[in-house]
């Protein structure tokens, strides 16, 4: 089953410039109900409020990294709990990658890159992408 388009999507990130970037290689893909939060404190409000299908988000930020975001999320025994969600970072250091594993994350993705790699992420996790 192709992956809905008209889901709502969630991109944190304390970088207005990210934020802008990933906002248009999504809509590239397709997606075009996109939200988003300048860091994981707003970003868990807005998930505890609203159903979205997937999180892509930063992983340092000020005050809640992405990294606290995705171990709130998980920890949350709560509807959003399972929310797919694929961390962003400048960093490919194993140990955030295993950390962020053992938090629950679906998939990881290093900057920079391209609308092509972010589809096949989001594939990877929510499946075709029609």
Same mark, same amino acid.
């Given at each position: $089953?192709?992956?809905? =388009? /008209?889901?709502?999507?969630?991109?944190?990130?304390?970088?207005?410039? $990210?934020?802008?970037?990933?906002?248009?290689?999504?809509?590239?893909?397709?997606f075009?109900?996109?939200?988003?939060? *300048?860091? /994981?404190?707003?970003?868990?409000?807005k998930?505890q409020?609203?159903?979205?299908g997937?999180?892509? *988000?930063?992983?340092?930020?000020? +005050?809640? #990294? /992405?990294?606290?975001?995705?171990?709130?999320?998980?920890?949350?025994?709560?509807?959003? *709990?399972?929310? +797919?969600?694929?961390?962003? #970072?400048?960093? *490919? =250091?194993?140990?955030?990658?295993?950390?962020?594993?053992?938090? /629950?994350?679906?998939n990881?993705?290093?900057? +920079?890159?391209?609308?092509? #790699?972010?589809?096949?992420?989001?594939?990877?996790?929510?499946?075709?992408?029609?």
């Open positions: $089953m192709a992956v809905d =388009k /008209g889901m709502d999507i969630l991109v944190v990130d304390d970088y207005q410039t $990210m934020v802008r970037i990933l906002k248009n290689l999504l809509k590239q893909i397709g075009s109900n996109i939200d988003e939060a *300048s860091d /994981g404190r707003e970003a868990l409000d998930i409020n609203r159903e979205y997937l999180v892509i *988000s930063d992983w340092n930020m000020e +005050p809640m #990294t /992405g990294y606290d975001l995705l171990k709130a999320v998980r920890g949350a025994e709560d509807h959003y *709990s399972d929310v +797919p969600f694929i961390m962003v #970072t400048a960093e *490919s =250091k194993t140990e955030n990658v295993v950390a962020a594993k053992q938090a /629950g994350v679906n990881y993705i290093v900057k +920079p890159f391209n609308a092509e #790699t972010l589809k096949g992420k989001i594939e990877s996790v929510l499946g075709p992408i029609g």
